[in-house]
């Protein structure tokens, strides 16, 4: 994603928010490749406060919900409310996120969620379905190409198979 937005012209600032990620390691085991991920890159990477138990009250009554249900609607409002509300902070014109590169994820809820909070903190979203045109696939080899952690879950307990 990093790449392609940098190909349309955008400077790339990964912001790292993942409060939802549980146990604690499994969150340090993602944050390093990621920091791994944007020095090989020279990406600059901002990591933001990792509270998971704020992130449980986010969720709370939603527990067991579906993967894909209101649980992960609540999850995608917390993450990209954060994320919209660093970029305005930081004075970026535009945000996005990785969510919409999975299979998984309802690309339509995503994309609701983050024009309405773009709005809201007058920073623009941007939409794009990063799994199209084999986006997932791509995101699939440069994780081995680089011989990056791949779990088999979102990140939250809610998820673990």
Not at 27 to 41: A, D, G, I, S
Not at 85 to 109: D, I, N, R
Request: hydrophobic share 30%; proline share 3%; aromatic share 14%.
């Amino acid at each position: 994603m990093a790449e392609e937005l940098k190909k349309d012209g955008y400077d790339v600032t990964v912001y790292f928010y993942n409060p939802n990620i549980f146990p604690a390691e499994e969150y340090q085991l993602r944050l390093n490749e990621m920091k791994r991920y944007c020095e090989k890159n020279k990406i600059p990477l901002i990591v933001g406060n990792y509270n998971h138990d704020e992130w449980l009250s986010a969720v709370a009554g939603f527990e067991n919900e579906k993967e894909g249900g209101a649980r992960c609607e609540k999850c995608f409002m917390h993450r990209l409310g954060e994320t919209a509300q660093k970029a305005m902070e930081e004075g970026f014109e535009y945000f996005a996120t990785t969510l919409s590169v999975s299979p998984h994820k309802p690309v339509e809820v995503i994309n609701r969620i983050g024009n309405e909070l773009g709005e809201f903190y007058n920073v623009k979203f941007i939409d794009t379905v990063w799994r199209k045109n084999e986006g997932y696939k791509k995101a699939c080899e440069l994780s081995r190409k680089n011989d990056f952690h791949r779990q088999n879950y979102c990140g939250c307990e809610f998820s673990v198979n």
